[in-house]
């Protein structure tokens, strides 16, 4: 009779679901501002198919025999050089530039994917090369580079990019100065010794757009079957962008030429003595494996003829794998919705702002809290990236994650703040339409795209001839061939080798088997 009963009493309620957590400021529901946040994030990464791999690998093969070319041609780059290629194009805040002087590009309208490669001019990685960097006339963060102890071919080879103390070298003064300079080697503890043969930024990126010019003019001079063709060539700043058409993609390149280093400043060695969210997750050695110096002068005063900007791209590559999920999806969709507010007027603040708060907000909350598996959590992290980014705007203090003594928006006027602040607070009060804004921003990127595609696939397309693309009909074939490789062998090395003369006989190689 029990059992009978039991079977037929009500049965207990099921555990009401949880309410979302409303944002106090806006009235957003965080659970919304989440899906927002992750519906932006996948139009964002977009759709990376068979083809748009093979036509971005093609892109890049471009880029780099370009470079082949200069270094053939000039010979002053170095012969094994190492360059570093981040995902996003310049105005992405992948590296800390002045942001006036970074150029209006729009995806969907200009490009479909961009990248931003350091180029190294000089690499400066033999520890017993001697290295000055002459912080005495910079801002933190910033030094000039003096070649003097260099040795005399790197001195010859870079001697047209150098300045002395008042000005460029002269043939007189070179030959002066090897008179006075025969048979002795100043000391690093002599004032002299950092003095002269400044190598200048503004000269190098001068000499850098000429010889990168001169090679994609050569390249465009005779265009080859299944090579992308350059679109634009553009110089922006420091900058030298160019954008290819390949296939049906168009990929932007921001290349920057910099000085490379292995190791670690001095000036930054406070940084390793503290404690950060990667501390178990990546070697001391990874993360602290080279810097760089960018062509980039304080932006209070800063001599562009001398002045170099210190940067951690190395590591900050190696950081960006410890930062959780979540809060990665909340800095991308953050990203996003304040590069429209940015862009115009630019004010000196750049998105790699962003990005540094990024880092310390990672080093500050913890790990529990940032990689929180509860549906709120993307919402929450955009709503405190917004935040915080507003406190260090009316503060006009963002210190450097790698060197804090470093305010970055030092520069920034009382009202260039109070602008950007207004944006801010526009954003804030009402997150959810400005995350709306991006997605429909997003789709029609990708909308832009797809059509594209599809004129640059059909037959008799205005504009698009064989020769200035790597896909037409019968090519696709390739892609398809790919596809169904990559489907038959699952986990393995899958290469892909194109004659430029005759891509219509492609040659496969499967781990160490050729087809």
Not at 247 to 264: H, K, N, Q
Not at 394 to 401: D, E
């Amino acid at each position: 009779m029990d059992t009978l009963m039991s079977a037929v009493a009500p049965r207990s309620p099921a555990p009401a679901k949880k309410p979302s957590e409303v944002d106090f400021r806006s009235g957003a529901a965080l659970d919304q501002l989440s899906s927002q946040v992750s519906e932006l994030v996948l139009l964002e990464q977009g759709e990376f198919g068979d083809q748009t791999a093979l036509e971005v690998h093609t892109a890049k093969d471009f880029i780099f025999n370009m470079l082949g070319l200069v270094q053939k041609v000039d010979q002053r780059l170095p012969v094994a050089n190492e360059y570093l290629l981040l995902s996003g194009g310049a105005r992405e805040g992948v590296l800390d530039l002045n942001p006036e002087d970074l150029g209006d590009y729009a995806k969907g309208a200009d490009f479909d994917l961009d990248f931003t490669l350091l180029v190294p001019a000089l690499k400066l990685h033999d520890r017993n090369q001697p290295v000055t960097l002459d912080m005495r006339h910079s801002p933190p963060c910033h030094s000039w580079l003096s070649l003097r102890l260099c040795d005399s071919n790197i001195l010859s080879r870079w001697s047209v990019c150098c300045q002395e103390e008042n000005g460029l070298l002269t043939e007189e003064d070179e030959e002066e100065e090897g008179e006075m300079g025969k048979g002795s080697v100043p000391s690093l503890g002599s004032p002299q010794s950092l003095d002269g043969c400044y190598f200048s930024p503004s000269l190098v990126t001068d000499w850098f757009w000429g010889v990168v010019s001169e090679a994609v003019e050569e390249l465009r001079r005779s265009p080859q079957r299944g090579i992308p063709s350059p679109d634009r060539l553009e110089r922006n700043g420091p900058l030298t962008t160019i954008i290819l058409q390949a296939g049906s993609s168009r990929v932007l390149y921001d290349l920057l030429p910099v000085v490379s280093f292995r190791g670690w400043p001095a000036v930054a060695q406070g940084w390793l003595t503290a404690n950060h969210f990667w501390d178990g997750k990546i070697t001391e050695e990874e993360a602290i494996s080279g810097f760089y110096l960018l062509p980039c002068c304080s932006p209070l005063g800063g001599r562009p003829d001398r002045e170099w900007r210190l940067a951690f791209s190395r590591s900050e590559v190696q950081l960006k794998k410890c930062i959780p999920y979540p809060m990665a999806q909340a800095f991308q969709a953050a990203k996003a919705v304040l590069s429209r507010i940015l862009a115009r007027p630019r004010t000196g603040l750049s998105l790699y702002h962003l990005r540094t708060l990024l880092f310390w907000a990672c080093d500050r909350l913890p790990a529990a809290y940032l990689s929180s598996p509860d549906p709120d959590t993307p919402g929450r992290l955009l709503l405190g990236l917004l935040d915080d980014l507003a406190h260090c705007i009316l503060g006009k203090n963002c210190p450097n994650y790698f060197l804090p003594q470093c305010n970055m928006l030092e520069h920034l006027t009382d009202s260039q703040a109070l602008l950007v602040a207004r944006k801010l607070a526009h954003v804030r009060s009402d997150p959810s339409e400005h995350l709306r804004a991006a997605v429909d921003q997003a789709q029609q990127a990708g909308q832009l795209k797809k059509e594209l595609t599809g004129s640059t696939n059909g037959h008799g397309s205005p504009g698009h001839h064989p020769a200035n693309g790597i896909i037409s009909p019968s090519e696709d074939k390739l892609a398809q061939r790919l596809q169904q490789l990559v489907t038959e062998n699952p986990g393995k090395s899958i290469s892909v080798f194109l004659n430029p003369d005759d891509v219509t006989r492609p040659h496969f190689r499967i781990d160490d088997k050729f087809y």
